[in-house]
């Protein structure tokens, strides 16, 4: 390779190591950004809303000031007199003893107030000085005379006309403190919260050219009355409590009212609106840039780890692979050590020297974040260049090589081999709850008794671990378990008849390739015996064919000749007996040769089957039909339950004729004599059904599956002249169609069942 091809190569790698590092500093920063933003906990959402007034804020803003209105208008009548605040008001009255009813004013209470520790603080909150002047105000439960802020209808039980001192103090100083905020606020102070209050001839505003013409030139309004419910608005979303607290305001003011709500959206006022709208706007880009630098970082970062991990370790070598240290040939375990050594003692550094550089330069509230921030830069800049140095002996072929872990393994192969599957099973098992039982007794140890980020870290190391030793051992029980699978639908390929079925063995290992040759040896000898034995019934088949051709030949001769001196009619009765029975032998000698061959035919399969669709309800009368006559010889009734509409079923005419024939004959050959034939014929989920049933004339000392077997007769006497091959023949030809044969026998009941699928 050229030297400055690879120079080249190695110049775009520190730029490609810059330009991550360049890559995660910006991610960091737009993390920062966001995180540090006054909007950050409420998502994204917000920054869907195009300007202040239409964002979830502004809404909380003017609801709040809505209540905060409706308060002011309450506590009006309390505080004020001519509309200015009077100290010499009256607020409460307490009965404290027999003929000692004391009047509180605004300047007693807040007299009073000041002396034990009271302030309202720049919040308008009631706060405490001094605890301990507090705690001197008497308990005692006074009787209340009355409350200009309460309504009186409150009291339903008598102890709740009776108050504490500290309780009247704080209860009334809380609603003052509200008046001086609605006060400053809405009187005082310019606003840009504009309102209007009319309750017949009393009105309450902060701006005399509100009303129901110039409402609608502010940026945002809302107009409700007492002559209806709906509230009249531009806002994002209807007030909370404007109706509620507009009609609630009647319980002290006359009606009917007008209420006029308005927000100028110009901000000609320097209230709380123009501060949080400048605020929200710079809040709104500080934002963007945020997720500009967050995703600009990790696009970045993803690039140049991409290219740092394709091209990691490339070079001119034999292996293709240059390691740039004796580091990287450390192996992988001992660099994972390594890791978390230095993760803790740079955690140790920047608790004592980092967070007190952090307390100088940035703001109190954003301590515990930046601490955790630098901690996790520290974590990412130290696991960065042990990641790739494993990740170049991987690349070199050393990972597993140089790892103590297949040492470990290596010791244990042997010892694991002689062992059983159960054991291992076991044995795996066992080591999977250790390490869970281990793994989550630390991390419930760790729950409960560490809360620094260290502690959560060595916990998060733990778990990794735990996951790969989780991960390991399921792989080693999923494999020996799809091996098993295999070994299993193998032996079920082989018991369904193939026994050509053979497993690569090269797929398995450990004690289970054992298992896999004896498998396939098995298989093996199946193949053979069944080679064997198809060649065997080839030759039985070739025999018997081959005989009866040889036997039907001069048989033929033996029928003609036996024909033709009939013929001549010899007039001695004796030879004319003789000769009948030579007839009626030489019938059946042939009858017997071509069910024989027939027999051959079905068995080797060397028959051809044409279905067609066949009306089987038509080819039953057809052959009800055909033995009437001759079961009438014998007494034999035929009773058939037929439907009255066709069943069509796709068969082969000819032999399904043969098969019934056959059967037929049977029930003609061992029914009992003068006795009924049924013939039933039904048809249900697309099933039709045959049933021919009769009574034996002999016992039916014989199995029903030995009946279709070849040359077995019912009759064990062998009395009648059947070949013992009619049911043999009709089962063989019924399934060659596609259908199923069933002999069913009750005692002296002879049954026969066909099923065909029902067009």
């Not at 302030?119 to 209340?144: G, K, P």
């Not at 400048?278 to 780890?305: H, P």
């Not at 034996?696 to 014989?702: H, Q």
Request: aromatic share 12%; hydrophobic share 40%.
């Amino acid at each position: 390779m050229d030297k400055g091809i690879f120079f080249s190569k190695g110049r775009l790698k520190i730029w490609a190591v810059v330009l991550h590092l360049t890559a995660f500093i910006i991610f960091v920063c737009g993390v920062s950004i966001i995180y540090c933003n006054e909007n950050f906990n409420k998502g994204l959402l917000w920054m869907n809303a195009e300007k202040y007034d239409e964002s979830p804020a502004f809404m909380k803003q003017v609801d709040s000031d809505i209540s905060l209105l409706f308060s002011y208008a309450n506590l009006k009548d309390v505080f004020e007199t001519d509309g200015k605040l009077d100290i010499n008001k009256k607020i409460f009255g307490l009965n404290m003893g027999p003929s000692n009813d004391v009047d509180f004013t605004v300047g007693s209470i807040i007299e009073y107030a000041k002396r034990h520790g009271y302030y309202i603080d720049e919040h308008y909150q009631l706060s405490v000085v001094d605890q301990s002047l507090v705690n001197q105000i008497e308990d005692t439960s006074y009787f209340v005379n009355y409350r200009t802020y309460a309504n009186d209808s409150a009291i339903v039980e008598p102890g709740d006309a009776y108050m504490s001192m500290k309780t009247a103090i704080t209860e009334s100083i809380g609603l003052l403190s509200k008046y001086y905020e609605a006060y400053e606020r809405f009187v005082l102070k310019p606003s840009n919260f504009r309102y209007r209050l009319e309750y017949g001839d009393i009105i309450y505003t902060n701006d005399r050219t509100l009303n129901i013409k110039t409402v609608y030139d502010y940026g945002r309004f809302a107009i409700t009355s007492s002559q209806g419910m709906l509230v009249e608005t531009n806002l994002s979303k209807v007030p909370n409590e404007l109706s509620f607290q507009a009609e609630k305001l009647t319980d002290k003011l006359q009606k009917p009212y007008q209420v006029y709500i308005a927000v100028n959206t110009l901000y000609t006022a320097t209230d709380v609106y123009a501060v949080e709208n400048v605020n929200y706007l710079s809040q709104r880009r500080l934002y963007a840039l945020g997720l500009v630098f967050v995703t600009l970082g990790i696009i970045l970062m993803g690039i140049s780890l991409c290219y740092l991990v394709a091209f990691c370790g490339h070079s001119e070598n034999e292996n293709g692979i240059r390691l740039n240290s004796l580091f990287d040939f450390i192996p992988f375990e001992v660099k994972i050590l390594l890791l978390i050594f230095v993760v803790v003692i740079l955690f140790a550094v920047n608790n004592f020297i980092g967070n007190r550089l952090i307390h100088i330069y940035i703001e109190k509230i954003h301590w515990n974040f930046a601490s955790q921030m630098l901690n996790y830069v520290a974590v990412y800049l130290v696991t960065l260049p042990i990641a790739f140095s494993i990740l170049r002996e991987y690349k070199a072929g050393l990972l597993w090589k140089n790892s103590y872990t297949k040492v470990i393994k290596e010791s244990f192969s042997v010892y694991m081999l002689k062992r059983s599957f159960k054991k291992k099973l076991g044995s795996n098992f066992l080591v999977m709850i250790l390490a869970d039982f281990v793994v989550v007794t630390l991390f419930l140890l760790t729950t409960i008794n560490v809360k620094s980020l260290l502690g959560r870290l060595t916990i998060f190391i733990c778990f990794i671990i735990f996951l790969i030793i989780n991960i390991v051992i399921f792989n080693k029980t999923y494999k020996t378990a799809a091996a098993f699978d295999k070994i299993a639908e193998a032996i079920k390929q082989i018991a369904n008849g193939d026994t050509r079925y053979r497993l690569d063995e090269s797929e398995f290992s450990g004690g289970e390739i054992s298992v896999v040759k004896d498998l396939n040896n098995i298989s093996k000898g199946f193949q053979g015996a069944i080679n064997e034995q198809v060649k065997s019934e080839r030759l039985k088949a070739d025999l018997i064919t081959n005989v009866s051709h040889d036997i039907k030949t001069p048989l033929t001769s033996i029928i003609n000749y036996v024909d033709l001196i009939k013929r001549e009619k010899p007039e001695n009765a004796k030879i004319q007996e003789y000769l009948d029975v030579l007839s009626l032998k030489s019938q059946h000698l042939k009858n017997l040769t071509e069910d024989l061959v027939e027999a051959s035919k079905v068995s080797s399969g060397n028959i051809s089957v044409e279905l067609r669709d066949i009306d089987l309800v038509e080819m039953i009368n057809q052959t009800n039909g055909e033995f009437e006559e001759k079961f009438s010889q014998k007494g034999l009734k035929i009773i058939s339950i037929l439907p009255s509409s066709s069943i069509m079923i796709r068969a082969d005419g000819r032999h399904l004729w043969r098969v019934l024939e056959n059967l037929y004959n049977n029930t003609f050959k061992y029914a009992a004599k003068n006795s009924r034939v049924y013939i039933d014929i039904s048809s249900e989920n697309n099933i039709a059904t045959f049933v021919i049933k009769n009574i034996s004339e002999n016992p039916l000392n014989i199995r029903p599956d030995e009946l279709t077997e070849r040359f077995v007769r019912g009759d064990v006497s062998r009395t009648t002249e059947g070949s013992g091959l009619g049911l043999s023949i009709a089962k063989s030809l019924t399934i060659l169609q596609g259908g199923k044969f069933d002999i069913i026998i009750d005692g002296d009941l002879f049954k026969v069942q066909i099923r065909f699928k029902a067009v």
